[in-house]
């Protein structure tokens, strides 16, 4: 008995080959509709994941220009506090320019007298 394959014979005419032409050309084809497919998910994969960096890096400049307007808030409610009590130990300073103002507080703050004069200290009502 003869192997089976030695029964088959293929028929090389011109529809045949024209078909075996067809097939390779189907399958280059398909290849290249895989190979395009799979660039295609490359760069959607790649345009997602800039547009998420993109996002991310927004949302950090978003998320830092609203910390930096908080440190300028607290920042110029010290800069008005230190420019009131500026103005306040400025204007202390005239005053203390002014003899009559000094020896006041002289007198009423550590007890000095003038010659001849006596100090009383009375008891605070609040105090009672």
């Known amino acids: ?13 011109e529809y045949f080959q024209a078909k075996q032409k067809e097939a390779r050309l189907q399958a280059k084809r398909q ?3 895989q190979q395009r497919s799979l660039l295609h998910l490359i760069c959607m994969a790649t345009m997602g994941l800039l547009f ?4 991310i890096r927004v949302a950090q400049a978003y998320l830092q220009i609203k910390a930096l307007k908080q440190e300028t808030v607290v920042a110029k409610r010290e800069l008005k506090r230190t420019q009131a009590k500026n103005d306040r130990l400025k204007r202390e300073v005239e005053r203390l320019k002014d003899t009559d103002y000094v020896q006041k507080i002289i007198r009423s703050q550590y007890f000095y007298s003038k010659d001849g004069e006596t100090i009383y200290i009375l008891p605070d009502d609040a105090k009672d």
């Open 52 to 55: 998420t960096y993109g996002v």
């Open 31 to 33: 290849k290249r509709q």
């Open 1 to 13: 008995m003869e192997p089976k394959r030695k029964q088959i014979r293929v028929l090389n005419n």
